[in-house]
T-cell receptor, first 114, second 111 residues
């Protein structure tokens, strides 16, 4: 089955540690995105990538980093510089940069900082 | 920052009624508008999109767009308890190929 796989589903981190969230898609989509969702709130864009080896900052990129070395993979690293990282992280893809609105989401990764 | 505003709700309607969800946006140049549904603890899923002024119908759902007023709405006819979810309005802002989401409206359909 085609889709987006995010791992881990749940992650606990101590303050000061970097963590990397995995996002893999087998939909052959060109564009990939990372969003953050806090309780009772909508999605806020962290980073997005329209093509391999290229990515752009979203609205809340500070304290996060990404890479896009392969078309199917777009990992997100939450660094210790992110002041309030506890949140639900959603990875999404779209077939092409022109299809921005039709996003396919993974099941999400819930990060808790202890 | 370009914004998308929604009333957080909850909006409570009886089963069989029409639910009306509203959204305003600040970027006057936006051309594409989307409605996503998100069940509790799950990922969002696309249910409607609209690009032109006026109404667009798909089954029990109707999206309405008024670019002059910078206003998008979603009507759900014959609301069912299974429609109970958070509805997210999203806009493709000018200058970037990514969606800006509103905070969502929580809909509760009472049996």
């Amino acid at each position: 089955d085609g889709g987006i796989t995010q791992s881990p589903k749940y992650l606990f981190r101590k303050e000061g540690q970097n963590v990397t969230l995995s996002c893999e898609q087998n939909l052959n989509h060109d564009a990939m995105y990372w969003y953050r969702q806090d309780p009772g709130q909508g999605l806020r864009l962290i980073y997005y990538s329209q093509i391999v080896n290229d990515f752009q900052k979203g609205d809340i990129a500070e304290g996060y980093s990404v890479s896009r070395e392969k078309k199917e993979s777009f990992p997100l690293t939450v660094t210790s510089a992110q002041k309030n990282p506890t949140a639900f992280y959603l990875c999404a893809s779209s077939a092409s940069p022109a299809d921005t609105g039709e996003l396919f989401f993974g099941e999400g990764s819930r990060l808790t900082v202890l | 920052q370009k914004e998308v505003e929604q009333n957080s709700g909850p909006l409570s309607v009886p089963e069989g009624a029409i639910a009306s969800l509203n959204c305003t946006y600040s970027d006057r140049g936006s051309q594409s508008f989307f409605w996503y549904r998100q069940y509790s603890g799950k990922s969002p899923e696309l249910i409607m999109f609209i690009y032109s002024n006026g109404d667009k119908e798909d089954g029990r759902f109707t999206a309405q767009l008024n670019k002059a007023s910078q206003y998008v709405s979603l009507l759900i006819r014959d609301s069912q308890p299974s429609d109970s979810a958070t509805y997210l309005c999203a806009v493709e802002s000018t200058g970037r190929r990514a969606l800006t989401f509103g905070s969502g409206t929580r809909l509760q359909v009472q049996p």
